[in-house]
């Protein structure tokens, strides 16, 4: 006789996620430029840095250029502290909540930066606030970036879950060809005096119009299905009143309270404490893909101009096209990881950045 101990208890109606597409377009069009708002941000401190170090770090060479560069990397320390925090209170509050804040501390922080006093007018105090305001974006970054993955991927079919989720990054790259679009042409139409005194701002105030355009965008959106039916459970278990239809959905209600402990402490020690595998393994597969990301849009316009001689014009609009080809490859990447699984396009992803690393490198000195 057959064993029905551990039959698989028969899928409920309420266990099917149907996709609204136009909820979905809806959705991916808000985050997206959430993203695109983010690494706008990043990008266009890279982009101005040589007025920044001017203004900000007037500290003999390289003194002055690694100051700009510990500046910058102020983002991302701070990025993984905005994600363990941010995260958990998501799961509470809603995705729709969190990526508001998170957009309107970017896009604040970064107008901001355009509004600073030099380190000739008001002295140190001028680094420590720029050094704040990096924090400050850095700490709403990680929550928006992951807030925003979440998101899609709740929103997203399982079908195309690849597809969906690869426009996350298409913000991010589109995010920072538009910043370098936008210095380049800055430089074009001004002055060097003009551009040293104020041109740089220009590209730092266009933030808060962004930002708020944003606001508006995902203030008009509707929490994901996932996260309502995550909700609901929760409703359930305080009440005595649980009746979650498959273990899968108790997991998840439970994951989601981060266990017996429901404070920020408890959730995130919840998650280290039975999760570290996944933890390290996810951590090491975002350090491969982020390398190669940032030596390209970060690191990539000062090598130009400091080391190859481009002047910041042309250092700038070089990284133009190649960051649009890009943003066009990263869907259609989605797309095959949905069709050959996400193992495989991760593994040649890792030993293509391994191995052309250095004849990308040698081919751009000839």
Not at 37 to 56: A, C, K, P, R
Not at 156 to 163: E, P, V, Y
Not at 205 to 234: C, K, T
Not at 239 to 250: I, L, R
Request: net charge negative; aromatic share 12%; with cysteine.
């Amino acid at each position: 006789m057959a064993n029905n101990a551990h039959t698989p208890a028969p899928i409920q109606a309420s266990d099917i996620h149907v996709v609204d597409q136009s909820k979905m377009k809806k959705a991916l069009r808000a985050t997206l430029l959430g993203n695109f708002m983010e690494w706008y941000d990043i990008g266009v401190f890279s982009y101005v840095m040589t007025y920044i170090t001017l203004h900000f770090f007037p500290l003999p060479s390289p003194w002055d250029g690694l100051a700009s560069f510990a500046t910058l990397a102020v983002t991302f320390l701070v990025r993984p502290l905005g994600g363990l925090i941010l995260g958990p209170i998501g799961d509470r509050v809603g995705r729709k909540a969190i990526l508001a804040f998170t957009i309107i501390m970017m896009s604040a922080g970064t107008f901001l930066i355009g509004c600073l006093p030099t380190y000739q007018q008001i002295g140190i105090v001028a680094p420590v606030l720029l050094i704040l305001l990096k924090f400050i974006q850095g700490f709403s970054t990680g929550g928006e970036y992951a807030g925003a993955a979440t998101f899609i991927a709740e929103y997203a079919s399982d079908k195309k879950r690849g597809f969906w989720g690869s426009f996350l990054d298409l913000g991010s790259y589109l995010g920072f060809a538009t910043a370098a679009a936008l210095v380049s042409i800055l430089e074009v139409v001004t002055t060097d005096a003009q551009m040293e005194s104020w041109g740089w701002r220009v590209a730092f105030w266009v933030a808060l119009p962004l930002g708020l355009v944003g606001l508006y965008m995902r203030s008009n959106i509707d929490e994901s299905h996932a996260f309502e039916a995550v909700q609901e459970s929760r409703e359930e278990r305080v009440g005595d009143t649980v009746d979650v239809s498959s273990q899968e959905g108790e997991d998840a209600a439970t994951a989601a309270s981060g266990g017996n402990d429901t404070s920020l402490m408890g959730q995130v020690s919840y998650l280290f404490r039975n999760f570290w595998p996944e933890i390290l393994m996810g951590s090491a597969l975002v350090m491969c893909a982020q390398v190669v990301g940032y030596a390209l849009t970060t690191f990539m316009p000062t090598y130009l101009t400091d080391t190859l001689g481009y002047d910041t014009v042309h250092g700038n609009a070089l990284l133009v096209p190649v960051l649009i080809i890009v943003s066009v490859g990263l869907p259609l990447f989605g797309s095959l990881s949905d069709r050959i699984g996400r193992r495989p396009v991760m593994i040649a992803g890792c030993v293509v950045g391994v191995v052309f690393a250095i004849p990308a490198f040698a081919l751009m000195m000839l």
